[in-house]
């Protein structure tokens, strides 16, 4: 059949990926204002960061690497529940999307005095499925399944 399978609501596959979609859409843009707002002040770019970010479950959040030797600097930075991926941002800022077990969660990790402070991100009710991209700078995406899309199967 054209279309692929349809639910009882009459809703294709199609139409449940298009509705992710949209969800996607409105979660980048977000994500998107999130991380502009941790821009640089206007007068030049931020310099590049010192340090790669690594999602470490087994510290329980992210870890900053040196990035010639691999050794952990400073202690973990806290990464919201169960962190799976993370995307850099701007000023050492950080999108942190948690493991795909269950209802996922977004967080958001800035600099806070001379540690790391982590809040959650708003996003839709009963996220599932989603994946987290960005390009290290001022810009992320969210892809994710709205919960509304799992109701008829």
């Known amino acids: 059949m054209a279309g692929g399978r349809r639910d009882e609501t009459g809703v294709g596959e199609f139409g449940r990926w298009l509705a992710g979609v949209g969800a996607a859409v409105g979660a980048a843009a977000v994500a998107g204002t999130l991380l502009a707002a941790c821009a640089p002040p206007a007068g030049g770019p931020a310099g590049p960061s010192e340090a790669v970010y690594v999602v470490d479950p087994g510290a329980g959040g992210i870890v900053r690497a040196d990035p010639q030797t691999g050794q952990a600097i400073g202690r973990p930075m806290p990464g919201g529940r169960a962190p799976w991926q993370a995307v850099a941002g701007p ?63």
């Open 91 to 153: 000023r050492d800022g950080l999108l942190v999307l948690s493991a795909p077990v269950g209802v996922q969660e977004l967080t958001q990790v800035i600099r806070a005095g001379p540690g790391w402070a982590a809040r959650p991100v708003p996003v839709a009710p009963g996220m599932r499925g989603a994946v987290l991209g960005g390009d290290g700078d001022r810009y992320a995406a969210l892809a994710y399944r709205p919960a509304s899309a799992d109701a008829g199967r």
